[in-house]
């Protein structure tokens, strides 16, 4: 039987220290500083790669990085604003590496319906959104626009209405449901000779920082960003025999301006609101967001008899807010409602 060893007569000379399988070097939480890293703007994804168009000189080509190891799974969306390290000259096979993600000023996010826990952000850092709806083929719908309008007012963009294919139909009936709302809207189709009509509006709306564009397919977005950036050579796709558009955009892509950015997303057939509230919503109009101080907890904005104590109809009842613009806000809550 083994002798057992006096543990009062043991010293540091007698500790035994087994080296990690991956060598005996402590691992150091410090990360570099990355002082000479290079601000730029993600354009694209693709699998795990990001295409970049650097800041500091736009007429460099566009770069391809891939997320280093200390970002670990931060997501990274066109329009995010990252600074990156590595080989920057765009040559083909060259990689270089995003090391920081600029905190967003604005973040569109949808998700796939209103149950849905996971939010998909479809572009950051815009400050407009140009929702594109056909006036026929496919027919406009308020409940898609309403609720795209609610995801604008709620990540911080400006929503702006387009409405294509002005030639086949009347913009004027649809346009009118958002006037209240102070939307502005463009329209857009083609003249009696074919040539394309409200490109000028389109071009003034789109100047300037970053714009995104969300629409069902078919509605005309690709058609609308090859008109303005000729060398965008977006594919367009024609309707479905049942009406619905194909998907001729799978990933969201910016293309650059003179002055500004324009997104083109892929078309959706749904616009889920899960990461959503009332109140996120009413924050968005500056002379309501102060009023609803005075709601009950809970209030969903709606009115009677679902909303029977709102502040809003207080405001209607005083002259301070237009019936109009009431009513034209509660359809959007009611869209964000419906689900």
């Known amino acids: 039987m083994p002798r057992r060893r006096d543990v ?3 010293d540091e000379t007698d500790v035994r220290v087994r080296p990690g399988r991956r060598g005996t070097r402590p691992r150091s939480k410090r990360r570099p500083a990355h002082a000479d890293a290079v601000r730029a703007m993600v354009t694209a994804v693709d699998r795990g790669r990001w295409t970049c168009a650097v800041d500091a000189d736009p007429d460099l080509p566009q770069v391809v990085a891939m997320r280093a190891r200390e970002l670990g799974r931060t997501p990274v969306v066109v329009g995010d604003r990252v600074d990156l390290v590595g080989d920057l000259s765009g040559e083909p096979d060259t990689l270089a590496r995003i090391v920081r993600v600029a905190d967003r000023d604005t ?12 939010e998909r952000i479809v572009v950051a850092n815009a400050e407009r959104l140009l929702v594109v709806t056909a006036l026929t083929d496919p027919p406009p719908r308020t409940g898609f626009v309403d609720r795209c309008l609610v ?12 409405l294509t294919k002005s030639d086949l139909a009347d913009p004027g009936p649809f346009a009118a449901q958002y006037r209240e709302l102070n939307v502005p809207i463009v329209v857009t189709g083609r003249g009696a000779d074919g040539a394309p009509t409200g490109l000028d509006e389109l071009r003034a709306v789109l100047t300037g920082g970053l714009c995104a564009l969300v629409g069902h397919s078919g509605v005309g977005k690709s058609t609308l960003v090859n008109a303005v950036v000729p060398d965008a050579g977006q594919a367009t796709g024609r309707l479905s025999g049942v009406g619905k558009g194909r998907h001729t955009t799978v990933a969201a892509l910016a293309f650059p301006l003179d002055d500004g950015w324009v997104v083109d997303t892929p078309g959706v057939r749904s616009f889920g609101l899960a990461h959503v509230g009332p109140d996120d919503v009413v924050a968005a109009f500056g002379d309501l967001a102060t009023a609803i101080d005075d709601c009950p907890r809970g209030c969903g904005h709606l009115g009677p008899p679902a909303d029977p104590e709102c502040a809003l109809d207080d405001l209607v009842a005083t002259g301070a807010l237009p019936g109009g613009r009431l009513g034209a806000l509660r359809r959007i809550l009611v869209a964000l409602h419906a689900g």
């Open 8 to 10: 009062h007569a043991l």
């Open 107 to 118: 973040v569109l996010r949808r998700t796939a319906d209103d149950t849905d826990p996971y």
């Open 151 to 162: 995801a604008a007012y709620a990540g911080g963009l400006e929503p702006v209405l387009c």
